[in-house]
């Protein structure tokens, strides 16, 4: 194959790196003081890895082994066949993308793309449903940590918001995976992803979920929370560089200086509030659309869009309500850090020519389960 041409000229690279380095380091320096830039960057990383990495690794490890163990007893299984009825009127997809979603839900996006490369599996889709799958997958990825993770937060009305936030992430995942849908059908064509001729060369070997398995029930049991918790800690493990260089970003252009002094002095979580500065501009639009009082909050959905392990750990530092709960539940399921991973799903799928529509089915999701979230939770709070 010809070598691509590269947008920008490799021995460019430094220069641009640096330029937009100190673009951004340089005031920041300016206004923090290089030295307490440099403390609070630390400060702030390690306080980020004590307090909230661990935590999220004790959620991981504890929704790890309840999801093994809802697999190990048939639970998942008997989820598939019960969502099946609900797949091709809602999703327009067959009914055993069920098992996907259902698979996300309780690992990561991914997953998916383990079952959409199955010739078994993939036999009951069109090309073009195929494709979908990533955006499908995406909207219920890390999704039983996110709903741990926000109803584990002390506030009251937080269960009953990560539920609403769970149907928005919902109705999100309808909107992005039929708009994908919509623009991919043209460009991948809507022929059976497998071929008659295909699937009579296959070997008919159906992965069944559910195997019960000749060890004791006592055995099985204890296998399964050990084999999910170890699973969760490989996540936990798997998010803290996310957490600690996204989150302390993040963090540093979210909040300010000392809030009692108005100095700067090295501390955890000070830095620069250029977020909220620019957000100040489209408060609005941000209030209006999922009712945020705090202009800071945004910076959730923002860190969502690229790890949603990193934007949990800034829950805690927002100034939060059970609206925002909702909306952070929606969007942080819906979104799932699916910058991050769409472009290696659709290029494991042999699919990189529809990258760039996925990205942009799965943004407007994200939004609308997250405004949808924030509505419904209104009217829930009005009835009850």
Request: glycine share 10%; net charge neutral.
């Amino acid at each position: 194959m010809p070598e691509k041409k590269k947008l920008i000229p490799k021995a460019l690279e430094p220069v641009i790196f640096l330029i937009l380095f100190f673009a951004v380091a340089g005031p920041m320096a300016h206004i923090m003081g290089a030295k307490n830039m440099v403390r609070t960057i630390m400060a702030t990383g390690h306080d980020l890895i004590i307090n909230t990495c661990f935590f999220l690794m004790a959620v991981c490890v504890i929704a790890g082994a309840l999801s093994a163990l809802l697999i190990e007893f048939g639970i998942v299984a008997a989820l598939e066949k019960i969502l099946k009825i609900f797949m091709k009127p809602v999703f327009n997809l067959p009914g055993a993308a069920a098992l996907g979603g259902v698979m996300t839900f309780f690992s990561d996006n991914p997953s998916i793309i383990a079952l959409a490369r199955n010739r078994a599996f993939a036999r009951y889709f069109k090309k073009y449903q195929l494709v979908s799958l990533t955006n499908f997958g995406t909207a219920f990825g890390m999704g039983l940590i996110v709903l741990t993770y926000m109803m584990s937060l002390e506030g009251e009305g937080f269960v009953t918001a990560a539920a609403v936030g769970f149907c928005g992430a919902v109705f999100g995942a309808v909107i992005s995976t039929r708009i994908m849908q919509f623009l991919v059908k043209p460009i991948v064509g809507d022929e059976p992803a497998i071929t008659e001729a295909e699937i009579a060369m296959m070997e008919e070997k159906e992965t069944e979920q559910g195997v019960y398995k000749e060890e004791n029930l006592f055995t099985r049991f204890l296998n399964g929370i050990l084999d999910g918790g170890k699973n969760g800690v490989e996540v936990g493990m798997a998010i803290i560089p996310g957490v600690v260089i996204i989150c302390t970003f993040v963090m540093m252009i979210t909040f300010g200086a000392d809030e009692k002094t108005g100095l700067y002095t090295g501390a955890a979580y000070e830095g620069v509030a250029w977020l909220p500065k620019i957000c100040g501009y489209f408060k609005h639009p941000i209030y209006w659309l999922f009712g945020f009082e705090s202009p800071e909050n945004i910076a959730f959905p923002l860190t969502a869009m690229g790890a949603v392990g990193s934007a949990l750990a800034l829950v805690p530092k927002l100034k939060v309500n059970p609206n925002d709960i909702a909306v952070f539940t929606a969007i942080g399921m819906c979104w799932s850090g699916y910058l991050s991973t769409h472009t290696a799903m659709l290029d494991a799928l042999g699919y990189r020519n529809v990258i760039s529509k996925a990205l942009i089915s799965h943004t407007i999701g994200g939004l609308c389960a997250g405004v949808f979230a924030h509505y419904v939770y209104l009217l829930v709070s009005m009835i009850f």
